[in-house]
């Protein structure tokens, strides 16, 4: 059964310190995709990765992929306040259902 | 702009009494999925359409039922409803490719409020 488990679960930091949040999968998957969401709002879409190698930036956002390792990384550069929010990883496979298995989620709190 | 809608946006009901929410997409899209969402949880998937083929998820109550209509609309019917039911409801579509990505877009939820 396909796992995806992200850590921490919160994460508190003050305004412009760096760090990175971790997503780690437990069987084979083929794509990855990070996700943000405000509180009480929806989720949007920040990166898509889908090779080994994979790296993808936005801002003070940096999503890489090693599929050998069975790991996504998500880092903050330099953290704003705007960046509170909850982050989730989600991996799929390219054949089947094509659902996402969610992981727990993390909390990022920036403080000013 | 393409974009995924959800209505209505917030939705109270009472203990029992069944509760329809809408999805809509034009993006076209093969795949719309619902999710169910508490407070400090990742989404939990109830199902999902791959065009017609209709996909339940072995943990979701019978008291949830859904329909597809035609591409653009999926309906999340609740039957009757209970207090353990109130969450934020999310509809999203994909396009359902096995090659590329398969990116998820989401709408915007509907809350839903059981007294």
């Known amino acids: 059964e396909l796992k995806v488990e992200q850590n921490p679960l919160f994460l508190s930091m003050q305004e412009g310190k760096n760090y990175t949040i971790y997503c780690n999968y437990s069987?084979?998957?083929?794509?990855l995709y990070w996700y943000r969401q405000d509180p009480g709002k929806s989720l949007e879409s920040l990166f898509v990765l889908l090779s080994n190698g994979a790296v993808k930036q936005e801002g003070r956002l940096m999503a890489s992929l090693d599929t050998k390792a069975r790991l996504s990384t998500l880092h903050i550069t330099a953290a704003v306040h705007d960046l509170s929010a909850t982050y989730f990883c989600?991996?799929?496979?390219?054949?089947?259902?094509?659902?996402?298995?969610f992981g727990t989620g993390t909390r990022l709190k920036v403080l000013a | 702009d393409a974009m995924v809608i959800q209505n209505p946006r917030y939705q109270v009901t009472q203990f029992g009494k069944p509760v329809t929410l809408s999805c809509s997409q034009t993006?076209?899209?093969?795949?719309m999925y619902w999710y169910q969402q508490k407070s400090s949880q990742a989404p939990k998937l109830l199902f999902h359409?791959?065009?017609?083929?209709?996909?339940n998820e072995a943990d979701t109550p019978d008291n949830f039922q859904s329909r597809r209509p035609n591409t653009s609309f999926c309906f999340l019917d609740i039957r009757s409803p209970g207090l353990g039911d109130a969450a934020m409801y999310l509809c999203?579509?994909?396009?359902?490719?096995?090659?590329?990505?398969?990116?998820?877009?989401f709408g915007p939820g509907t809350r839903l409020t059981v007294l």
């Open positions: 999203a579509t994909s396009r359902g490719s096995g090659q590329g990505d398969n990116e998820q877009f």
């Open positions: 989600a991996v799929d496979r390219t054949s089947g259902t094509y659902k996402y298995i």
């Open positions: 069987t084979t998957s083929d794509r």
């Open positions: 993006l076209n899209h093969n795949v």
């Open positions: 359409y791959y065009d017609k083929d209709f996909n």
